[in-house]
């Protein structure tokens, strides 16, 4: 019984410190101040519920809307795929609504394939290459808080530097998003190379 209570002591501790550490790492880049002017702004896509953005990505769109009208000779690459219950691609939703909100057409990039955020990151570079992007381009990753750590890690391994310019959560989904990205850190940490 002592060794059980010991293992589980033990247990909580690494686990305490495990996400502790996620939390400073996550919350390390919450305060960024994008750079002006970025060649490519990569919005990356989240939950769609049928067509119609969730509000963790209006907030993320809302965002880019900000930047883009701020620095209007930057491209916008609108990044993700479609996902269960989803009646289109998170891209063509983005697009739609940046075009709502008065974005032209001509500055949005649609990278409709990827499921994942290393993916997102991994087929947006891809479609800005495509574009005319170059090794000097300039490159701004917009995304909710809680992703914005992983989101710099992951486009670093893939093999470029990207400023990063977050995104408000949704009070009804941060707590469950923050814990949610602890996990998803670890593993990307781990095995996203």
Do not use: C
Request: charged residues 25%; glycine residues 6%.
């Amino acid at each position: 019984m002592k060794r059980l209570k010991v293992s589980v002591g033990v247990f909580l501790i690494l686990a305490l410190i495990y996400f502790m550490t996620m939390h400073i790492l996550i919350s390390s880049e919450i305060e960024n101040t994008p750079v002006d002017n970025a060649d490519y702004a990569i919005v990356l896509g989240a939950r769609l519920y049928g067509d119609m953005p969730s509000p963790s990505l209006v907030l993320r769109l809302d965002k880019a809307v900000e930047y883009l009208r701020a620095n209007p000779h930057t491209m916008v690459i609108v990044s993700g795929g479609q996902g269960k219950g989803e009646s289109i691609t998170e891209a063509e939703a983005m697009r739609r609504y940046l075009e709502k909100k008065g974005v032209l057409s001509e500055r949005i990039i649609i990278e409709d394939k990827s499921t994942n955020t290393k993916e997102n990151l991994e087929f947006s570079i891809e479609k800005a290459r495509k574009n005319g992007a170059s090794e000097e381009s300039s490159f701004l990753i917009i995304s909710s808080k809680y992703h914005i750590y992983r989101s710099k890690l992951l486009a670093k391994r893939i093999g470029f530097e990207a400023d990063v310019l977050p995104s408000e959560v949704p009070s009804s989904v941060k707590a469950a998003s923050w814990i949610r990205e602890y996990f998803a850190l670890g593993k990307s940490m781990v095995f996203d190379w």
